[in-house]
């Protein structure tokens, strides 16, 4: 084995725990989703360079690739609000008990901007999946790509997400003005909630450390007192 292959063997055998450690690390930014994406090229192009002598392995590779890249680019079509909210509600309470990462967006650790965003995410993506929808599955992607803080949300970064009203506080909030999926950032910027319908909120609460679904009225939790802005995805609102 020549000296150039043994080095393309190298860099192909760390692209492949590089992948996985990347993409189970809870804290998303620009620098470790860059180098997730160069480390999925990286074990994609070594797949193809040491099986480029072998042709089913070669077509099953490529073939992967044009196929998944050809679904990708297909114009898709507007999704049911319905089924993607009840989705978006079921993937919010899957990370309840998850412990708080101050920048965490996954099972492994997550932050309270990265809860609403994370449970969006996957509700889109498996959504998309699930009904052969690339337009959902391109909005997961973008999603997951352009982080937002809470105060991002609720200026409507991006577009991503439209003020609904506003509140002097979850508690003294009519609940019928919500709907599962509606998003509530404090006045302050500084933290982000989650409805789930029937008087039930979501958060990733830095004082108890984890995930917790909370019950209104809250009378012991400072966050339900503050005056906030409810906003709601734009993807929910068609």
């Known amino acids: 084995m020549g000296i150039m292959r043994k080095s393309w063997l190298s860099l192909w055998l760390v692209s492949w725990p590089t992948a996985v450690i990347l993409f189970l690390y809870p804290i998303n930014n620009l620098p470790l989703r860059c180098g997730l994406i160069l480390s999925l090229l990286g074990w994609l192009a070594g797949c193809l360079y040491f099986s480029w002598n072998k042709p089913i392995i070669r077509f099953a590779i490529l073939l992967s690739t044009f196929s998944i890249t050809g679904f990708l680019i297909c114009p898709g079509r507007n999704c049911s609000t319905e089924q993607l909210q009840t989705a978006y509600v079921a993937s919010l309470r899957s990370f309840e008990g998850t412990r708080y990462i101050w920048g965490g967006e996954n099972k492994h650790g997550i932050d309270c901007s990265g809860l609403v965003r994370a449970g969006l995410i996957k509700a889109s993506w498996q959504q998309g999946l ?15 790509w352009h982080d937002s803080t809470a105060e991002a949300m609720g200026e409507e970064y991006r577009q ?9 506080s979850i508690n003294s909030l009519d609940q019928h003005k919500v ?12 933290h982000v909630l989650a409805c789930l319908g029937n008087g039930e ?7 108890p450390g984890k995930v917790i679904v909370v019950k209104i009225p809250a009378v012991k939790n400072p966050w339900f007192e503050e005056p906030v802005n409810i906003m709601r995805w734009t993807l929910l609102e068609q």
């Open 179 to 190: 709907l599962p999926g509606d998003i509530a950032v404090t006045a302050s910027g500084v």
């Open 130 to 144: 699930k009904t052969l929808n690339p337009r959902l599955v391109r909005y997961s992607l973008s999603l997951w």
């Open 160 to 168: 991503q997400t439209k003020h609904i009203l506003k509140a002097a």
């Open 201 to 207: 909120w979501i958060e990733a609460d830095p004082i």
